[in-house]
């Protein structure tokens, strides 16, 4: 008997499967996803990408303001 499977591609463009049926079995919700839907894997790799893209934009809004005062002074 084959296992039924969906596959989907992850943040890095790897496919990878989806767990269905028995290989969840035993487990409660709290054990099988998080409250985002991400399992674990999924949101540390989302956190690996979201948090240098938050750094660098932070970056440049302070450069900015930075810039901006500089230039004309509100304070």
């Known amino acids: 008997m084959s296992e039924a499977r969906s596959e ?3 943040l890095d ?4 499967s989806w767990p ?6 035993g487990k409660d919700m709290a054990e099988k996803y998080n409250l985002t839907g991400l ?3 999924e949101a540390k790799e989302f956190h ?9 934009w ?14 004309f002074p509100w304070i």
């Open 13 to 16: 463009g790897q496919i990878e």
């Open 8 to 10: 989907r591609t992850s």
């Open 48 to 56: 690996s990408i979201f948090m240098p893209s938050m750094y660098g």
């Open 39 to 41: 399992t674990d894997e």
């Open 20 to 25: 269905t049926g028995h290989e969840l079995e």
């Open 58 to 71: 932070f970056s440049l809004v302070v450069l900015a303001h930075v810039l901006t005062h500089l230039r």
